[in-house]
């Protein structure tokens, strides 16, 4: 299949929209299908995804803005790919959005979106670019410009999307990972021992080894199956390498047992290795473990960027993670891939993304970040006016003018420890904010750009400034609440982090479409800030 654009733009003059009576077209006009076909459907860049296709001539491939602008419009109202392929054939409103109304037949079979996102997952897989992830962002930052953003103030916030998949015991990890194998090698017409394995083919048998067993013989039910892993394990040993079955069962044994002398036993939290990355179920490999504010979480957790402006917010980038990646990861993540702004950028975030690190980062592209607040211990004001030297490895004076007798510094802790005269710090109107270590002849204290970044952050709290930008960061929060009530990002028909990753891009996607048409009617309601100038 060959690539070739989309050509049919525009209405024609046989189109069949010319057939609709006044009434119908004032209802179009009306509907949300005249902004997503005037204002999303032309910002769709096909050209990226002509790598997907073959440089030879053959039959050309579907559309790839009907494609992507059909994925949007499922997200937007939690349709399957048949109802979208269907309401594409019968509702006129989905071939006006999408500009298929001069086509003879509707462009979309049943197999169109998933095969394009089969392309889209290898390639991905093959040269790690996400072709879908850029269109997303890229066409955000097109509604932004649409609404009239222009993102030198924003926002972020994360947030954890559960995978689809049940909270397994390890008796039932255990399980599911040897009858996988087991089916597989009765598909595969494998010789194995069917008086002993056969009844994992029963698909009947996990509820009688699962539920319907006495609580008191669960020793003897994990013995069998550790001992059943162990025949396996010497029945696939070096054949099954490249099996998807085995390589699952194999990861399991691994995280979950250990051989001890000539047994196998269930590995425990003193053997080590039991972290947040071991595999939650075989049915999505990829989800990760995560306890938070005393909550369980397994699957990934969403970075989102939100820009703001006094016509509303737009999310104009997200981070899709395994979601024990911390925020801190993911912002300095964010940081290294923006380009240094032209003209400086507020981008406000919670504590739990700030350090000195991405500080300094997001200060060197131009980037003011302001953490409404920070992790960690106090830290007194006045350490805010301890001067340094260029790179920081030398403190030059003391809030009180003082310059210091000697100055060391560690370069792992990155910490300057300075000595001054003793008469300056007893005699100091800053002794008791300061709180130096004071000796017969000296006085020591121990400062780094660490402690002078927060200070500095203490002191801009009192400022009205810093308030009006607490108040703007509060708005994101609705952001995830939005994405798992109104999207079901919680409850996504995908499993493995790069197909959850494409189906939450669409419905940042839908959610964004649902800002602009807001916009477009005049419904949406926008808190007013000076700091947006």
Known sequence: MSFRPNQTQQISFCDTFWGLTDREKKALDHSWAKVFAEEIFPNINEKPFSVLYSKKASRPNTPVNVIVGALIIKELFGISDDEVVENLMLDFRYQYALHTTSFEEQPLSDKSLSRFRIRCYDYETTHGVDLYHECIENLSAAIARLMKIDGRVRRMDSTMIEANIRKLSRMELLYTCIAKLVKYLDKAGASFDRERFGHYLDPDDYNKVIYHSRNDDADKRMLTLLADADELTELCRGGYDDVTEYQLFSRCMSEQTVVDGDSRRLRTREDGGMDSNIMQSPADPDATFRLKAGKEHRGYVSNLEESVGSNGSVITGYQFEKNNVSDGAMLKKYLENIEPQAEKMILTVDGAYASAENIALAASKNIELVPTDLA??????????????????????????????????????????????????????????????????????????????????????????????????????????????????????????QRCKFCFGGKIGALNFRKLFRFRNGTGNYAQNPILG
């Open 376 to 497: 960690g211990r106090e830290t007194a004001p006045i350490m805010a006016d301890f001067k340094f030297n260029e790179d920081f490895t030398r403190v030059t004076e003391c809030p009180a003018g003082h310059a210091p007798k000697s100055c060391s510094y560690n370069k792992t802790t990155e910490q300057c420890h300075v000595s001054f005269d003793r008469n300056y710090c007893v005699n100091c109107p800053f002794q008791d904010q300061c709180k130096p270590k004071i000796f017969k002849r000296v006085a020591k204290k121990t400062v780094s750009r660490k402690s002078v970044a927060r200070a500095e952050y203490i002191k801009s709290k009192d400022t009205e400034r810093f308030k009006l930008i607490t108040r703007l960061r509060n708005g994101i929060e609705t952001v995830p609440s939005m994405l798992k009530n109104r999207y079901e990002a919680n409850h996504m028909p995908a499993r493995g982090i």
